[in-house]
């Protein structure tokens, strides 16, 4: 079955530790998009790749990294730097055109402790 | 993108028609709608987009008014599994991006 896998759905880490977030499509998509969402709110965009070798910041980047090696996968890492990490992350992917309707994945939920 | 706003909560009974109305009054002429539903703990699901037509799917239908300025999602027999929080969204058809400005939602709560 063609999807997004994203692991793993729980994930634990210390404050101060850099944590990596998978995310694998099958779809042959193109572009590739991580959001964040936080209890009771919309997500909002982190990092976005339209294509391999290239990604752009969405508008809460700060604290995060990515990088999109393989059109099938685009891992995003949560640094130290970011203030809030707690949240649930969910790595969505599409082909490419203006209409294109996105595919998500079925999120990690980071806890820093 | 333009805004969206979304009534925060509604209630359907079982097997009737949930109608769920988006306002988006500030749309422009080149701007999709969209929506997409989320159910607790999972990631987003993608239901029906248009631009000026009516449209249906297996899923749903989307009714968009002719000024484009509002909008209805219609789930024709709502079943305890379409509980669930129902995302709104407007994006252009212009730009090779397909940023999807996410709000708050409508939280759509279907009772036996």
């Known amino acids: 079955d063609g999807g997004i896998t994203q692991s793993p759905k729980y994930l634990f880490r210390k404050e101060g530790q850099n944590v990596t977030l998978s995310c694998e499509q099958n779809l042959n998509h193109d572009a590739m998009y991580w959001y964040r969402q936080d209890p009771g709110q919309g997500l909002r965009l982190i990092y976005y790749s339209q294509i391999v070798n290239d990604f752009q910041k969405g508008d809460i980047a700060e604290g995060y990294s990515v990088s999109r090696e393989k059109k099938e996968s685009f891992p995003l890492t949560v640094t130290s730097a970011q203030k809030n990490p707690t949240a649930f992350y969910l790595c969505?992917?599409?082909?490419?055109?203006?209409?294109?309707?996105?595919?998500f994945g079925p999120g990690t939920r980071l806890t820093v402790l | 993108d333009a805004k969206t706003t979304q009534p925060p909560s509604m209630d359907c009974a079982e097997g009737r028609a949930a109608n769920l109305p988006c306002n988006h009054s500030t749309i422009s002429g080149n701007e999709y709608v969209y929506w997409y539903r989320q159910i607790h703990s999972q990631g987003p699901q993608y239901i029906i987009h248009?631009?000026?037509n009516n449209e249906t799917n297996e899923m749903a239908s989307l009714i968009i008014t002719e000024d484009r300025k509002s909008s209805t999602l219609i789930l024709p027999h709502a079943t305890l599994r379409d509980t669930a929080v129902y995302y709104c969204i407007v994006r252009s058809m212009n730009t090779g991006f397909q940023k999807l400005v996410f709000g708050t939602g409508t939280r759509l709560l279907v009772s036996p």
């Open positions: 248009g631009l000026k």
């Open positions: 969505a992917s599409s082909t490419s055109g203006a209409a294109n309707e996105q595919f």
